[in-house]
């Protein structure tokens, strides 16, 4: 017996494919976790030397880990990057006509 599974092309944002809502904002903050949690895996640093570094206590070193960012605004992730030594950049540019919506989008040097 052979169970047909439909299969769906993702548009790239799996936030915006489940139709959560601010899906854009979200993938940025969880590209910007993703950028923080390497940083400090790359250190070898526990929660606890990781929440010292970052001015926050254990349990949201925790948090982060485990994506619960609802916690957490983009302001307070880009502080968390300078604070681990990295620069952050935003660029602002016209979107192209092509695209009916601008986009937010998190990219990683």
């Known amino acids: 017996m052979k169970e047909k599974i439909e299969v769906y092309h993702g548009s790239?944002?799996?936030f915006a494919d489940l139709g959560l809502p601010d899906a854009?904002?979200?993938l940025a903050k969880a590209e910007l976790a993703r950028q923080i949690l390497a940083i400090i895996g790359s250190r070898r640093l526990n929660q606890?030397?990781?929440a010292e570094l970052l001015g926050i206590d254990q349990p949201k070193v925790s948090a982060l880990t485990r994506g619960k960012?609802?916690?957490f605004s983009m302001e307070r992730l880009l502080h968390f990057?300078?604070?681990l030594g990295r620069d952050v950049q935003i660029t602002i540019k016209l979107k192209p006509r092509s695209r009916?919506?601008?986009h937010?989008?998190?990219i990683a040097a």
Do not use: F, H, I, Y
């Open 81 to 83: 990057l300078n604070a």
């Open 69 to 71: 960012l609802s916690g």
């Open 12 to 14: 790239g944002n799996v």
């Open 24 to 26: 854009e904002e979200r």
């Open 48 to 50: 606890t030397q990781a």
């Open 100 to 102: 009916q919506q601008a």
């Open 104 to 106: 937010l989008k998190v």
